[in-house]
């Protein structure tokens, strides 16, 4: 059905209003009590399958290690019909430290020959206080682990991004499962200069350190997003500096800027009428692994690592947990696999452990890796 409505209408919408106009339905189905009990239903795991996908990650118990990725919920308002869908954890954001608008419009593009998307949104959002504050507010419905990405606010130098990230992690950390550092946008001047270490070391000490203060009663797991952009070299440097100031994960990876080298089958034409953006999607699955299998084995599980990128199907999520990641996060796909994306994920999974030489996901992590690099 949804491959149908894809086909002769979704496809043929903006794509940016057509996320807005499903959003919305999810959002008011969720919003529903009989209706949104009864898709839950039919879309949640069998007790078995919560059994076996049960995972602990960041010090939280989550119903398993499939998540939806920051950018689909930018400002927390569906985070009860995003769980509603099946997805075991929500990351919400990118949210930075004051209310933007982001890019001029058309600013997401569909590559469907691809099953990729562009974009080049510019973090737009209503800012941490009013993120926040909606936060605050919550009354969940379902039971859901919250991520809040946060990123800087595009007017704020790059001198004073430390301090920029600082005024949201002081306002959103209360109301985070866990944090996380973005500072691999592409959408944003400067953004990715972030990454380099010695940008990246005060910034994550200044965001921890804020977190620490906003919550002094529990410690709030804070992890760095980076591109797969990065040298190799570049990859373990931010590895190291992982482990030296005991950050509890990175996301390995956001969007590329790249378009050569990625097997694209859009026409060539289409692909520059587009123009600049990060590429999301199938494209993005060969580079995204390398580079989780390299921090993994850089970092064992000193780290927890939450793969991303490329992620489509249950063997997706599966060769991801077997290269090392704890928790794997999808976006892209699910605009073109829809509402079931979810549950035909958990039910591969789980078949996939079950055939397995392990007892456990958490058996499973960093498994090939380990092979590739014991030999």
């Known amino acids: 059905m949804y491959p149908l409505l894809f086909s002769l209408l979704l496809k043929r919408l903006d794509p940016e209003r057509a996320h807005h106009l499903g959003f919305a339905l999810i959002r008011l189905v969720a919003r529903v ?105 919550r009354r969940a419905v379902f039971p859901a682990t919250v991520g809040v990405n946060i990123g800087k606010t595009k007017v704020t130098p790059e001198s004073e991004a430390a301090d920029d990230y600082a005024t949201s992690a002081r306002r959103l950390a209360p109301h985070a499962d866990y944090l996380v550092v973005n500072v691999s946008s592409p959408n944003t001047p400067g953004l990715r200069n972030l990454q380099a270490t010695e940008h990246l070391r005060p910034l994550l000490t200044a965001v921890r350190s804020a977190a620490d203060a906003a919550v002094p009663d529990r410690r709030v797991p804070l992890l760095v997003k980076i591109a797969p952009d990065l040298a190799d070299e570049d990859v373990d440097a931010v590895a190291d500096l992982a482990v030296e100031l005991g950050l509890d994960g990175i996301i390995a990876t956001n969007t590329t800027i790249a378009r050569d080298g990625l097997g694209l089958t859009t026409d060539r034409a289409e692909i520059e009428a587009v123009g600049a953006g990060g590429l999301s999607g199938a494209p993005l699955k060969e580079r995204s692994l390398e580079v989780l299998r390299r921090l993994y084995a850089r970092v064992g599980d000193r780290v927890t690592l939450i793969g991303v990128g490329g992620v489509r199907t249950a063997d997706d999520v599966w060769e991801r947990v077997l290269a090392g990641a704890t928790l794997v996060q999808g976006y892209s796909a699910f605009v073109y696999e829809g509402p079931l994306w979810c549950r035909r994920v958990h039910r591969g999974l789980a078949a996939r452990l079950a055939a397995s030489p392990y007892a456990t996901l958490a058996e499973a992590v960093g498994a090939d890796t380990r092979k590739v690099t014991s030999r």
């Open 33 to 137: 009590p009989g209706l949104r009990s009864l898709v839950a239903a039919l879309l949640a795991p069998s007790r078995s399958q919560r059994r076996a996908l049960a995972t602990e990650a960041l010090g939280l118990r989550m119903r398993g290690p499939f998540g939806l990725a920051a950018g689909f919920d930018k400002n927390a308002v569906g985070i009860d019909g995003l769980t509603m869908l099946g997805f075991d954890h929500v990351e919400i954001g990118t949210v930075t430290a004051h209310a933007q608008s982001g890019n001029p419009t058309p600013r997401l593009f569909r590559l469907v020959a691809d099953r990729a998307l562009v974009n080049r949104m510019g973090f737009n959002n209503e800012g941490s206080a009013a993120v926040a504050a909606r936060l605050a507010k």
